[in-house]
């Protein structure tokens, strides 16, 4: 089956969300969704989150699931905002208990914060399947940018998080904790190994050098040909050596503060303190 896919681009964090309904009836499912923040003052809003309940209401679709692909570095998920608008389960991959764990001493949570991943409805392995209506949605573990992404095949199409970009412009980052360049191009693998025609949704695109538009949707067959760092004639030596050095140049991601403190949460904020303020940490020679 062919899901019908709709795709929703965030400017500010250059994320897609996307809501992929069942075309045989109304059932949907939201993946990666945006909650935007504004770092400087500490604000939140539901502005993208909005647009895309608004699409939803307005077809009429039913939610089914809010999937996460990973736990996002760069965005805040809107997950639990858009559960309470719209209905369904949030799901993330298993391995969510080792970037809790992980992050969890890096923040310094206390014994309050839940390293078990209860935050969230559903965790996903390898070779689990969930329905999407009649759409059976089968799940891919594909670690190497984090511990815990996933891939969600649905139909003909493979949602692949932060695993893949566009062919121009390569793969993600592998330097976080817990990730892989090495483990990257073992996933990488298993999602090249789909039919040719599968169609690839990826969950950022940046605009390659050279390219004046923005792209999120190539095909398998594409991505075998032409990625840039794991197409034909690549090697996983050559991969891996180029993946990291690639990696030791880079900066931190803008919001991988608040990401990751409220995205380990499911989407939830820190409990308010005495005041009944929410606080987020900033860890100091840390990250």
């Known amino acids: 089956m062919s899901p019908e896919v709709t795709a929703f681009f965030d400017p500010d964090t250059f994320t897609i969300t996307y809501v992929v309904r069942d075309p045989q009836g109304s059932s949907c499912a939201i993946i ?35 999937l996460e692909t990973h736990v996002h570095a760069d965005h805040l998920s809107a997950a639990p905002y858009l559960q309470r608008e719209l209905g369904g389960k949030i799901g993330i991959g298993r391995n969510i208990t080792i970037v809790q764990d992980t992050f969890g001493k890096v923040f310094n949570e206390g014994t309050e914060f839940e390293r078990d991943g209860s935050q969230f409805d559903q965790l996903f392995s390898e070779g689990d399947q969930v329905h999407i209506g009649q759409l059976r949605v089968d799940v891919l573990h594909t670690p190497g940018h984090t511990p815990a992404c996933l891939t969600y095949v649905i139909g003909d199409a493979a949602f692949v998080g932060d695993t893949l970009f566009m062919p121009d412009f390569g793969t993600a980052r592998c330097d976080f904790p817990g990730g892989s360049a090495d483990t990257m191009w073992d996933s990488v693998q298993k999602i090249l190994a789909l039919p040719e025609d599968t169609r690839i949704f990826v969950g950022h695109d940046y605009k390659a050098e050279g390219r004046d538009h923005y792209a ?20 996983k030596e050559d991969f891996v050596r180029a993946r990291n050095e690639r990696d030791a140049q880079l900066g931190m991601p803008k919001l991988i503060v608040p990401s990751l403190q409220v995205n380990m949460r499911a989407g939830q904020m820190p409990k308010p303190e005495e005041n009944g303020t929410v606080y987020l940490k900033v860890p100091v020679n840390t990250l």
Do not use: C, M, P
Not at 34 to 55: C, K, N, P, W
């Open 32 to 66: 990666d969704s945006v909650l935007d923040f504004d770092y400087a003052s500490g604000r939140t809003s539901t502005r993208s989150a909005d647009e895309v309940i608004a699409f939803v209401k307005d077809k009429g679709y039913r939610v089914d699931w809010l």
């Open 216 to 235: 999120w949707e190539t095909t398998v067959g594409e991505q075998k040909r032409a990625n840039k760092h794991v197409g034909e004639g690549k090697t």
